[in-house]
């Protein structure tokens, strides 16, 4: 599974987020967001990122921590995220996922102060 992980962080920071949304999470994966539910499979989380990620035009995302627990991963993240209109969004999160052959099933974000 740590090979796993480490390709997700690579991919993540080099924003790379549709590409590993497509490749590592379940078609039926759920998604939540600071408890809210953001998606209840790959393709609604895809199309909702896709969004989002089309207005960014320079990514810097640092992997701050990583632990794995059996088929739990926890990694955190600092995100400075640079759109189109020059806006810098920073922020940091932790992702905490269930994988299941090799696919995330289930990824909760925590929003970080």
Do not use: P
Not at 43 to 57: A, C, M, P
Request: charged fraction near 25%.
């Amino acid at each position: 599974m740590q090979s796993l992980i480490d390709d997700f962080v690579a991919m993540n920071t080099n924003g790379l987020v549709l590409e590993l949304c497509e490749k590592y999470y379940d078609e039926n994966v759920v998604m939540l967001n600071n408890g809210s539910v953001f998606a209840k499979s790959m393709k609604e989380s895809y199309d909702k990122q896709k969004r989002f990620v089309g207005s960014i035009k320079e990514f810097d995302v640092i992997l701050l921590s990583s632990s794995i627990h059996e088929n739990i991963s926890e990694l955190v993240f600092h995100y400075k995220m640079i759109g189109a209109d020059s806006q810098i969004n920073e922020f940091t999160g932790k992702h905490v996922q269930t994988w299941k052959d090799g696919k995330i099933v289930r990824e909760e974000y925590f929003s970080i102060e």
